[in-house]
């Protein structure tokens, strides 16, 4: 097998089995549009209650742009509220970026993310990311950064993630998953926003 027969997910270079790129936006169709705004009470922020004339409102995000450039915002959330979820998206971008890298999905600047692994006891991290030709180029620290298996004839990239906070994640998702919830349905849930922010 080489990279040429597109009917399989990977091809074999020196005798490793490569994968190919995962291709998710040719995989996937898209629901609706990304130009919606979600308006829900234009007065008060449905996180803390504050009402928006004391309180500046923006145009946040319903889906965070480190998972690709979106323009779905919402007109209930206000900047204070924005500021600490925000938070909550630097350890998501962390977490989601060897999956973001590899499934080579773009950020809102257009780019592939790169990683960078931690530097731990190594003289210079590990780096992976993706060439204008859509290959996998990586500078491993460690041989242990890349796993052989013999047997299977094939091999795995390690990633050395640096630190971030898993509660962060989680709050992040939900918010995420209130942030797209119907009034009828935020209004008998309203705990977990309750939740959300303390």
Not at 31 to 53: A, L
Not at 86 to 109: A, D, H, Q, V, Y
Not at 120 to 132: A, C, G, L, R
Request: hydrophobic residues 30%.
């Amino acid at each position: 097998m080489n990279n040429s027969n597109n009917t399989s997910h990977f091809y074999y270079q020196k005798g490793i089995k490569v994968f190919n790129k995962l291709n998710l936006h040719t995989s996937y169709d898209k629901i609706g549009t990304s130009d919606i705004i979600i308006k829900r009470n234009p007065n008060v922020c449905i996180y803390c209650n504050k009402d928006f004339t004391n309180n500046k409102m923006n145009h946040a995000h319903l889906i965070p742009e480190l998972l690709s450039k979106n323009k779905s915002h919402n007109e209930y959330e206000c900047n204070q509220c924005n500021v600490i979820s925000g938070k909550w998206e630097t350890s998501l971008g962390t977490f989601t970026l060897p999956i973001r890298l590899m499934s080579m999905l773009k950020n809102k600047k257009g780019r592939i993310p790169k990683f960078k692994s931690r530097l731990d006891k190594y003289d210079y991290p590990t780096e992976i990311s993706v060439d204008n030709t859509w290959k996998i180029i990586s500078k491993l620290a460690t041989r242990d950064d890349f796993l052989i298996d013999e047997i299977n004839n094939s091999g795995k990239l390690k990633f050395r993630l640096g630190g971030f906070n898993p509660y962060h994640v989680y709050k992040a998702f939900l918010k995420v998953g209130l942030s797209l919830m119907s009034n009828e349905i935020l209004e008998k849930e309203n705990w977990m926003i309750k939740y959300l922010f303390q």
